[in-house]
T-cell receptor, first 114, second 115 residues
Framework: GNSVTQMEGPVTLSEEAFLTINCTYT??????LFWYVQYPGEGLQLLLK?????DKGSNKGFEATYRKETTSFHLEKGSVQVSDSAVYFC?????????????FGTGTRLTIIP | NAGVMQNPRHLVRRRGQEARLRCSPM?????VYWYRQLPEEGLKFMVY????????ESGMPKERFSAEFPKEGPSILRIQQVVRGDSAAYFC?????????????FGPGTRLTVL
């Protein structure tokens, strides 16, 4: 079956530090990969995505590259801000008629301290 | 949130009562997904519905849970005889349109608390 493994949290960093949140996946087929962010008390927002190998998704200073050879999609940001504090979810999606759903990792809680 | 409305935002029920959660996607979105997020966990798929049809319910518990998406009106996730373990955040999502079919946009969720 399909699965996503995320770096265990929580992660605490100082403002302007470099961020990496690891994500690896197992999939039968060729998935699209996503990072979602959840701010306290809110729903999930799509942060970025990549649909094929070597694609790089980017948004708001965050980046992730689809690495087929290592089945990974690690999230990075060069300089984090306090406003980046949230829970981050890695997810995959495979389009297969009647079986189209997102599979999520367990989430990584990120706290940025001033 | 691509206009995905969920209500209520917070719902409190006592054990044994029924919980009805509503999801109203923006007009034109006919595919709805329900996910459950248990405390401190990721989201787990429950059910995928098209208007008047259940496409995939492989994530639904076998008892007490049901979902529908009628021709008119919102999608409803119903939980009968709730237990404390049903306390969670329930999110619905719709597929993006315009060629980005593999993206899903989420509503703000309903946080169910069972006393």
């Amino acid at each position: 079956g399909n699965s996503v493994t995320q770096m265990e949290g929580p992660v605490t960093l100082s403002e302007e530090a470099f961020l990496t949140i690891n994500c690896t996946y197992t999939a039968t087929g060729y998935p699209s990969l996503f990072w979602y962010v959840q701010y306290p008390g809110e729903g999930l927002q799509l942060l970025l995505k990549a649909t094929k190998a070597d694609d790089k998704g980017s948004n708001k200073g965050f980046e992730a590259t689809y690495r087929k050879e290592t089945t990974s999609f690690h999230l990075e940001k060069g300089s984090v801000q306090v406003s980046d504090s949230a829970v981050y979810f890695c997810a995959l999606f495979i389009s297969n008629f009647g079986n189209e759903k997102l599979t999520f990792g367990t989430g990584t809680r990120l706290t940025i301290i001033p | 949130n691509a206009g995905v409305m969920q209500n209520p935002r917070h719902l409190v029920r006592r054990r044994g009562q029924e919980a009805r959660l509503r999801c109203s996607p923006m007009k034109g979105h006919s595919h709805v997904y329900w996910y459950r997020q248990l405390p401190e966990e990721g989201l787990k798929f429950m059910v995928y519905l098209q208007k008047e049809n259940i496409i995939d319910e492989s994530g639904m518990p076998k008892e007490r849970f049901s979902a529908e998406f009628p021709k008119e009106g919102p999608s409803i996730l119903r939980i009968q005889q709730v237990v404390r373990g049903d306390s969670a955040a329930y999110f619905c999502a719709v597929q993006a349109s315009g060629g980005t079919y593999n993206e899903q946009f989420f509503g703000p969720g309903t946080r169910l608390t069972v006393l």
